[in-house]
């Protein structure tokens, strides 16, 4: 379905899966949403905000969007507490991001919108070497180091940051 947006809801422990619930609810009428996410453990947030929850564990099986938040299920290895921070949820996190990417790229969705993630939680995996999911996405897209771009919407505004995690006193050198 290329008229859909992968929603990834970030890290689980922050605002994340509270936005992506939310967004549903503001976007539904207008857009297909799917979000990659442990379906069991985002019910309860689910339920709070009255949000009806369909399981898929492919994207092909995504439909009545506008009743249903479409959850493209990922195991997490912890339960989703607000401020608690685990690094077991690492591997998923990363894990919901590449298949959003692949997802993409191969078409099988038209955008993608990730959530803020604890950038600390992805690199205690040993396997992730970035600085970030900008850079991550970037690997994932196989495209040139220092190549992509971070930006910022809403309706009125549109913000692409000139640096990217660097220390103030390396700004000034980073601009070309």
């Given at each position: 379905?290329?008229?859909?947006?992968?929603?990834?809801?970030?890290?689980?422990?922050?605002?994340?899966p509270e936005v992506l619930i939310k967004?549903?609810?503001?976007?539904?009428?207008?857009?297909?949403?799917?979000?990659?996410?442990?379906?069991?453990?985002?019910?309860?947030?689910?339920?709070?905000?009255?949000?009806?929850?369909?399981?898929?564990?492919?994207?092909?099986?995504?439909?009545?969007?506008?009743?249903?938040?479409?959850?493209?299920?990922?195991?997490?290895?912890?339960?989703?507490?607000?401020?608690?921070?685990?690094?077991?949820?690492?591997?998923?996190?990363?894990?919901?991001?590449?298949?959003?990417?692949?997802?993409?790229?191969?078409?099988?969705?038209?955008?993608?919108?990730?959530?803020?993630?604890?950038?600390?939680?992805?690199?205690?995996?040993?396997?992730?070497?970035?600085?970030?999911?900008?850079?991550?996405?970037?690997?994932?897209?196989?495209?040139?180091?220092?190549?992509?771009?971070?930006?910022?919407?809403?309706?009125?505004?549109?913000?692409?940051?000139?640096?990217?995690?660097?220390?103030?006193?390396?700004?000034?050198?980073?601009?070309k």
């Amino acid at each position: 379905t290329k008229n859909t947006i992968i929603l990834t809801m970030g890290d689980p422990a922050g605002v994340g899966p509270e936005v992506l619930i939310k967004s549903f609810k503001k976007a539904r009428k207008e857009q297909n949403l799917v979000a990659i996410s442990d379906f069991s453990k985002i019910r309860y947030l689910a339920e709070r905000y009255n949000v009806r929850l369909r399981k898929i564990n492919h994207i092909n099986e995504a439909k009545n969007f506008k009743n249903y938040l479409n959850i493209l299920h990922l195991d997490y290895a912890k339960d989703f507490y607000p401020g608690q921070f685990d690094v077991k949820n690492a591997s998923s996190i990363i894990e919901s991001l590449r298949i959003a990417t692949d997802l993409c790229l191969k078409k099988q969705v038209g955008a993608m919108v990730t959530g803020p993630i604890n950038k600390s939680i992805l690199r205690s995996n040993k396997n992730f070497n970035f600085s970030g999911h900008t850079d991550y996405l970037e690997y994932l897209c196989r495209y040139e180091k220092g190549t992509a771009t971070m930006m910022m919407l809403n309706q009125y505004l549109k913000i692409i940051p000139l640096t990217i995690h660097e220390p103030l006193n390396r700004v000034s050198s980073q601009m070309k």
